[in-house]
């Protein structure tokens, strides 16, 4: 009896020691799953880099990479496609100045596009005022890579 006792504790010990093992691998794989999922909502540096490059190629940008980046880096793009628009004003000079700029960027459901509007308020030394243009960017995000781009200069 006190052998079969033995057994059926070591029986035991080994089914909780598998289940412990299965628990805390299927808590590292959800963890590890939910974070990339989170991380992979923001815009990343290789579809920003992606964006700027075929942008430009296109028209040239009135904006450099860092300022496109740091716009679009903290963007979840879940938020977009559920009707968020996020709207920054930022400055394309690399010198203070009292003409701002402004970035919008929204998602069009029905195209299932992102748009991207750029009003650009140009420093000019002798104006009091400053000279603007409009730009308007659309994209899609098809696998994680940014495809079907348009920027152009629509005004100024």
Not at 17 to 38: A, E, G, H, V
Not at 59 to 76: G, R
Not at 120 to 137: M, N, Q, R, T
């Amino acid at each position: 009896y006190h052998v079969k006792h033995i057994q059926q504790l070591q029986q035991l010990r080994l089914i909780l020691t598998m289940f412990n093992r299965f628990y805390i691998t299927f808590f590292l794989t959800f963890t590890l799953l939910s974070c990339n999922l989170s991380l992979g909502q923001n815009f990343n540096k290789s579809q920003i880099k992606s964006l700027f490059e075929k942008f430009n190629n296109q028209s040239q940008t009135p904006f450099s990479y860092k300022i496109l980046e740091d716009f679009l880096k903290d963007i979840k793009i879940e938020d977009l496609k559920k009707g968020k628009e996020f709207e920054k004003e930022v400055l394309f000079e690399n010198f203070d100045c009292e003409c701002k700029d402004v970035m919008k960027i929204s998602f069009d459901k029905a195209a299932k596009t992102f748009i991207l509007k750029i009003n650009e308020a140009s420093f000019v030394k002798d104006l009091d005022w400053c000279p603007e243009h409009s730009y308007i960017g659309s994209f899609k995000i098809e696998n994680n890579k940014i495809v079907n781009t348009e920027f152009n200069l629509v005004a100024g």
